[in-house]
């Protein structure tokens, strides 16, 4: 079913590459129908090198509303908006922008409180746990500091490059009091193991962590949305573990992004904490 689009239909647009397994136009115009409301979602292809094309037309759009953004731009945008949420200037990336109608266009990532916040819908709460992440990018460092502040116990953060990882840990340590170290990506002895890693969206792709070295019971999140049981998933099950894949979180953060953007937008009844509303609106950090 597809929205009723007429002159006045506001455009928010989903820009990255490659798209083809990219869920949030297919969620977010089903949130607009619910909503009844006028506005439509569609994909951008746009190469990385393009990208300044790309913001010097989007620009030119007066009926743009709002942009989210994915791989490989959540970084290099941060340099095309006019303001920065106080979520992406924590993170030093971004995934959705605000066209406000002033022609300003303000940039925020809600990649990691909408990590946490579909783990707290499916009973996976990192308070007081012990954590690895594997992946220090983008989302993978929005992740790190929404988990600390949730409250984990420790986290400690691998990414192939050593230094980005240790460079994480310590403005996470900094920033939020949580004891974080960077490490190995070995997942024994921690209660939750998060993939933040593009690992698993292909079928050659190598295990961001050996699941034959998970503790049985751990909890195991895939923040990758496609496919919807990756291997790492299948693996940790076979395991004895409790598995999430990147749906809570895929959601969780167009719940953000979307209050954000002024709508208010309740899928299958969940919700956001009002200080995370708060928090996704800009009112506090």
Known sequence: MMPHVTGTTRLYGLVGDPLTTAKS???????????RADAVCIPF????????AFVTGARALRNLSGVLVTMP??????????????????????????CDKDGRWIGAIFDGLGCVLGMQWEGNHP???????????????????AVASAGARTLTIFDVDQRRADDLAKSVAAAT????????????????????????????????????RLDPGCIVVDIINAPELTPLCRAAHARGCRTQGGRPMHEGQALHALH???????PDGKSIPRDDVQCAKGEHA
């Not at 979520?87 to 990336?93: C, E």
């Not at 490490?183 to 295990?207: H, K, Q, R, W």
């Not at 954000?260 to 309740?266: A, N, P, S």
Request: include cysteine; glycine fraction near 10%.
């Open 25 to 35: 136009p297919e969620l977010w115009n089903r949130l607009f129908i619910e909503q």
């Open 177 to 212: 009091g949580c004891t974080t170290h960077s490490g190995s990506a070995d997942p024994l002895g921690f209660e939750i193991v998060i993939n933040a890693t593009p690992l698993g969206m292909n079928t050659n792709d190598p295990m961001p962590v050996n699941p034959e």
């Open 73 to 98: 731009h959540k970084q290099r945008m941060l340099a095309f908006v006019d303001e920065l949420h106080p979520t992406a200037r924590q993170v030093g990336a971004l995934n959705v922008i605000r």
């Open 45 to 52: 292809a746009v190469k990385d090198d393009d990208l300044p």
């Open 127 to 145: 308070a007081n746990k012990s954590v690895l992440l594997v992946g220090a990018g983008g989302a993978g460092r929005a992740i790190a500091f």
């Open 260 to 266: 954000f953007l002024g709508f208010d937008c309740r």
